[in-house]
């Protein structure tokens, strides 16, 4: 019984973490990678549409550190989840709008269910490309998320590397 509500647990939180990427233009991601550069970072409050799936998609909020400001976010994820141990790992894609334009790309989470309802997962993200301010954005940086409601919710935070 112990390994059904784990597995459930694990594919309803596995949905909501998918959802996380920070965003960065091209100038950021030089200065960021400068040493004594400020770091930009992004919190994310992440909603999941299809919670108990292990695929599907999600939508929240961005609070990113200037100059992105706020904004919303869309994702799609799959995951997979290993009943036994709690295992899990989650990617996808995902496009960010702020008011200056917009950046998307892709990421990829690993992790473990420590019950059914509460997860952590760390990982990497990389942004592809953007429109308005962020045309032609590209970098990479960590992603760490966690849920403790089985996956309905989840809060990440990003790193620009």
Known sequence: MRRKSLLAGAIAAAGVLAVSAPVIDAAASTAAASPGAAKTTCTFRIYSQTPT???GFAFGYVKCSDPFGNGVQSSTYRATVNAKTG????????KNWFDAGTVY???????RYTSPAAATFRGTFTITGGTGAFRGAKAEGTLTCSTANGGATSTCTSVLR
Do not use: K
């Open 87 to 94: 295992a899990a790992t989650n990617e996808g894609s995902y």
């Open 105 to 111: 790309g892709s990421f990829s989470l690993r992790g």
């Open 53 to 55: 799936r292990l695929s």
